[in-house]
Nanobody
Framework: QVQLVESGGGLVQAGGSLRLSCAAS????????MGWFRQDPGKEREFVAA????????VYADAVKGRFTISRDNAKNTVYLQMNSLKPEDTAVYYC???????????????????WGQGTQVTVSS
């Protein structure tokens, strides 16, 4: 079992930056691929980014590529999402998730992740 707690959300103007954090507790953090997803009310949850167990591989949704950076610190059991050049369409609740899949595949589909945090709201004003 892994417990995930996100923080760092808030209100920011378009063009601004935020850094989200997700602190994990429970099992060995480095056993999990970590991902970020987001969901706006009335829309489906969508994949944002994910990172491999040791941080050597990352994948991004096209909508955030070049603006967002995912990273992790296994010594601190924390995964981060640095968000730059924010746009109003980035407004959503952001969730971190842990995938215990033992392969090297980094999944983009939410149902394949095993544990989820409670989410943190990001609002980008125009």
């Amino acid at each position: 079992q892994v417990q995930l707690v996100e923080s760092g959300g808030g209100l920011v103007q378009a063009g601004g930056s935020l850094r989200l954090s997700c602190a994990a507790s429970g099992r060995t953090f480095s056993d999990y691929v970590m991902g970020w997803f987001r969901q706006d009310p009335g829309k489906e949850r969508e994949f944002v980014a994910a990172i491999s167990r040791r941080g050597g591989n990352t994948v991004y949704a096209d909508a955030v590529k070049g603006r967002f950076t995912i990273s992790r610190d296994n010594a601190k059991n924390t995964v981060y999402l640095q968000m730059n050049s924010l746009k109003p369409e980035d407004t959503a609740v952001y969730y971190c998730a842990a995938d215990r899949n033992p392969t090297t595949v980094i999944h983009r589909r939410g149902p394949l992740y095993d544990y989820w945090g409670q989410g943190t709201q990001v609002t980008v004003s125009s």
